[in-house]
């Protein structure tokens, strides 16, 4: 009894937890250090084990809906709402749940990493509160309904991420990183609300599916595509696409290593964003051949210009993040592809199979973008500087970084057996069906990646001892280890994540009616 | 469990291919053992030969991070010049770059953007 409450519950637990934790966390922080960070740990581990029984359930019973407020807790339309889905609505699906485990599980491997590499910093009770809200904020984001809510959980996200970035001071330069991406948030997050406005003014409703369901039955008018062009544009900038990453390099490369393998993820919550409501709001009405171009051409530009850029940076953590906009656009290419074929044969030929790859490079990403992000943080913890014409010789006294930094650098350019070989593969296969110029030149970025990252390793770790250092924290080597793992399960075992994560979201996100007739069920409004 | 990986054009198999690495390194290992044994360690056999010339220091022979693609990034010098006066870091510039592509793609829907 107490069991399946707690499972019909998850939905709301999912964000209730951290974000009780993240309120709590000061007050705990004054009884002693040790007890903090074990009240982290513990709340983002039961966070991930919520978000992992969820995952089941979506698994074996399909889509879940949780309704804020109501009894029973999925009476998406009360008999006297007139048809119209009125409060809160949690809507998970497999793509939302995917993310949503995608997320936590950083974010937990961030905070375990946390323990020992902030340990000296002042302020601690304020970071991991942060950690905690933008965790919220991602989670939220990806859990949601509610075109309102996902506004507000989008707000907690940058403005807990702003913060986060700042963390460090640094002499102002932080400051100065976390408020130009404060400033991109904020109008970022006004466009949103702008764009709200608009669907919100057509359609009198906010829950996605409705106003999902009232477009298809009204046509595509011009108001919905200012909304659309809003929406996507924002989302876009927000998930770090070229031309407007120019937060990125700033953002993730003075935030503490932890934050930015978090920030990798709070981008994909917006690129989440930008696949959903393309998607599920704006696919069934919109020219989804334009929109999947239009995602193709901002994929490729992210792919070709970020690690072009990442190939002349000697600063360890901007090479990086010039490297994540560069994956990003993989993701943007393949999921691209999917929403250029949807609804014609070419979907079920290759459009499918892209989406696939572009969903399964999200988790993939994720996982090792967040670990190359901690490794740069051990040299940083260790060394004091980010500059690598400053490092050199690191291999001899850290090699458990070192082999880890090594198993990240050789999934990201997409070297089998690691994870990154296996999603790049699907979107080069699929995509070539598509048009074999774009998988070309995704093949050729990949090979700029791994000579980029040889650069880095060559520059941290070979040569001669310039610093006396020893191995960094175990909190620290076990952070590192979570992420991994996961790099090296989803490596050697590709059918685990595409067979339980990665068909069930892509079948998901690719089918907007299955969602809106989740939400709204038989009602007809 | 089926181990194979489906993709459009066939399968992939990472065990598999872990076998072959395998293989394949026992096989270099053999090689290698079939090599010379008795060189002498810390003599000149197991130096460098640079035209005669006597090797550099280790830490003088180090190419640094910002010089190691100079060749690369030096033949594609319009291209980059072009990407750094892109990257201003001026906040106005990056919201005037948000700004177009807004408009590039209201554009592109006008023009191309019927259901």
């Known amino acids: 009894m107490m069991w399946d409450t707690l499972v019909q519950h998850s939905p709301a637990l999912i964000i209730a937890i951290p974000l009780l934790a993240a309120f709590a966390t000061p007050l705990i922080s004054k009884v002693s250090v040790r007890a903090r960070n074990i009240w982290v740990i513990l709340a983002l581990a039961l966070t991930e084990i919520f978000v992992v029984i969820l995952l089941y359930q979506v698994y074996n019973f399909g889509t879940q809906v949780y309704v804020f407020g109501a009894n029973p807790y999925d009476l998406t339309v009360p008999v ?84 986060l970035v700042a963390y460090r001071v640094d002499r102002g330069v932080a400051v100065e990183a976390a408020f130009k991406y404060a400033i991109i948030s904020s109008l970022g997050g006004l466009m949103v609300l702008f764009a709200i406005g608009i669907l919100y003014g057509q359609y009198d409703a906010l829950n996605m599916a409705m106003v999902a369901y009232r477009m298809q039955a009204t046509g595509f008018g011009n108001l919905d595509k200012i909304a659309m062009a809003l929406f996507t544009v924002t989302l876009a900038m927000k998930a770090g696409a070229i031309p407007m990453h120019f937060w ?58 970020g690690v072009t850029m990442a190939l002349i940076q000697h600063d360890i953590k901007r090479l990086m993040a010039y490297h994540a906009i560069s994956q990003t656009g993989y993701m943007l290419l393949g999921v691209g592809v999917g929403l250029a074929t949807l609804g014609t044969a070419a979907f079920s030929q290759y459009g499918f199979a892209a989406m696939e790859g572009g969903i399964f490079h999200i988790i993939n990403h994720a996982m090792y973008k967040g670990l190359l992000f901690l490794t740069a943080g051990a040299i940083i913890y260790r060394v004091g500087t980010s500059d690598l014409d400053k490092m050199g010789g690191l291999g001899h006294s850290m090699k458990y970084t070192m ?123 | 469990m089926n181990l194979d990986f489906l993709t459009p054009y066939g399968f992939w198999n990472p065990i598999l291919w872990l076998l072959v690495i395998f293989v394949t390194l026992l096989i270099a290992y053999l090689l290698w053992l079939r090599g010379n044994p008795k060189y002498k360690k810390g003599t000149d056999q197991t130096q460098p030969f640079l035209s005669g010339y006597a090797p550099e220091s280790k830490e003088a022979m180090m190419v640094s991070a910002s010089n190691i693609y100079w060749g690369f990034t030096s033949s594609l010098k319009g291209y980059y010049d072009f990407l750094r006066k892109m990257h201003t870091g001026d906040v106005r510039d990056y919201l005037g770059w948000y700004v177009g592509i807004m408009a590039i793609m209201l554009l592109a829907y006008i023009l191309w953007g019927g259901a």
Not at chain 1, 131 to 136: A, C, E, F, H, S
Not at chain 1, 450 to 474: I, Q, R, T, W
Not at chain 1, 492 to 517: C, E, H, K, R
Request: hydrophobic share 55%.
């Open chain 1, 80 to 163: 006297d709402s007139r048809g119209i889905p009125i409060r809160i609505i949690f809507v998970v699906d497999a793509m939302s749940i995917f993310m949503a485990f995608t997320a936590a599980t950083v974010a937990l491997a961030g905070a375990i990493y946390s323990v020992s590499c902030e340990a000296e910093q002042t302020g601690q009770d304020k970071y991991y509160s942060l950690l905690l809200l933008m965790t919220v904020g991602m989670l939220g984001m990806m859990l949601t309904g509610d075109l309102f809510n996902f506004f507000v959980f989008l707000e907690i996200n940058s403005l807990a991420s702003a913060a």
């Open chain 1, 248 to 305: 990125v390099p700033d953002g993730y490369g003075k935030a503490p290593g932890a934050i930015s393998a978090m920030l990798v993820t709070a981008s994909q919550a917006s690129l989440y964003g930008l696949f959903r409501v393309n998607f599920t709001v704006f696919g069934l009405a919109a020219n989804t051949y334009t929109l999947g171009w239009f995602l193709i051409i901002l994929g490729v530009l992210s792919m070709f210009v």
């Open chain 1, 403 to 525: 082999i880890f930094f090594m198993i990240g650098a050789l999934a990201i350019a997409g070297i089998p057996p690691f994870n990154g070989f296996a999603s790049k593969l699907l979107i080069y296969e699929s995509v070539y069906q598509f048009n074999p110029i774009l998988s070309i030149l995704a093949m050729i970025v990949s090979i700029l990646t791994l000579a980029s990252f040889v650069k880095v390793f060559h520059s941290a770790f070979m040569g001669p001892k310039k610093h006396d250092v020893k191995e960094v924290p175990v909190p620290m080597l076990i952070g590192m280890g979570i992420l991994t793992f996961f790099i090296i399960l989803f490596g050697l075992f590709p059918n685990i994540a595409m067979q339980y994560l990665v068909a069930p979201a892509a079948s998901a996100l690719s089918d907007p009616v299955g969602y809106i007739t989740r939400v709204l069920g038989g009602v007809v409004p």
